[in-house]
């Protein structure tokens, strides 16, 4: 059995493909915050009153694009969080590399896909349905793995 300062080496193929996919995740998310703030300028909404560009402009809370963007960021923070835990967890389990590799592909571009359908270029529903059930479906996959590990 491996131990754990060998799982958790860039040595390890399912643990480099995790940092590599945590970092994709992490860039993609931080691109949320510039997607909100491109969406606020073009809509000219803002939820403080010390942005405004012009005393014209008021506080605006309801501009559907901008809270499209903002739902889709959220929907990344309660999504890839726990990935970001259970998928270092699962490493821990010394998994098959195929199985794993390809698990942690499907939750990074499935959570990509899930942001262009519904805050880049709106698609209708199944295709964010889709996107997101494939993370789910891989990130609960991990989470049994783990706690099935743990257990026994």
Do not use: C
């Not at 940092?19 to 809509?43: C, D, E, N, P, Y």
């Not at 209708?124 to 783990?146: D, E, N």
Request: glycine share 2%.
């Amino acid at each position: 059995m491996a131990s754990p300062v060998e799982l958790l080496s860039l040595t390890n193929p399912v643990f480099k493909s995790f940092v590599f996919w945590v970092g994709v995740l992490v860039i993609k998310m931080l691109l949320m915050s510039l997607l909100t703030a491109v969406q606020r300028f073009k809509t000219k909404t803002f939820a403080n009153p010390e942005d405004l560009m012009s005393p014209k402009l008021k506080v605006k809370f309801d501009d559907p694009n901008v809270e499209r963007v903002r739902r889709a960021h959220r929907n990344d923070l309660e999504n890839i969080l726990p990935f970001f835990a259970i998928g270092l967890l699962y490493v821990l389990t010394n998994p098959s590399a195929w199985l794993a590799i390809n698990l942690f592909r499907a939750v990074g571009i499935s959570r990509i896909v899930h942001t262009l359908v519904y805050a880049v270029v709106v698609v209708p529903q199944p295709s964010r349905a889709l996107a997101f059930f494939v993370a789910l479906g891989a990130t609960v996959y991990m989470a049994l793995q783990v706690v099935l590990s743990a257990a026994f």
